[in-house]
């Protein structure tokens, strides 16, 4: 189990990147290990992508682009921002070798992306007391820039 997202950490963390607009505050995974390592894989620059299944969002809008989000570590502390700059929906299957690459897990291979997704939905539907159907779940393909801090950055950003 994670620890809770320190709210007031990410509001300072945000004003201090000088951005502007719309974020949300989030994290990888479904544990503070998860959280910790695929946040790891953002920092090295390997982790340019994420997928989540649609029902995830519940009641809470889909993501869009050029929105940002402040991703915490398993501790729930706010480490960098990212910015939404490409969406895709479609079944779970229709993921591309091209974007397996981009998530950075694993060997990055569609076979490597599969594998894991399939077992992590699977973990995450059950959770919810319902089936992962592969064939039917609308996946959605998000990649993203890291915007701050700077020393992370993809590229320069100004508010």
Known sequence: MSAPIDVEAAAKFWAASGLTGEYTVERFG???AMADALLALVI???KRATASL???FEDEPL???GVYWIVCDGAGRPRVVL???ELRLGPFATVTDEFAHAEGENDRTRDGWMAAHREYFTRVCAAEGTPFDEEQEETLFERFQVVY???LADHAERA
């Open 30 to 32: 479904d544990s503070a």
């Open 44 to 46: 090295e620059g390997r």
């Open 54 to 56: 649609t029902r995830q």
């Open 63 to 65: 993501p869009r682009i």
């Open 83 to 85: 910015r939404t700059v």
């Open 149 to 151: 801090p700077p020393d």
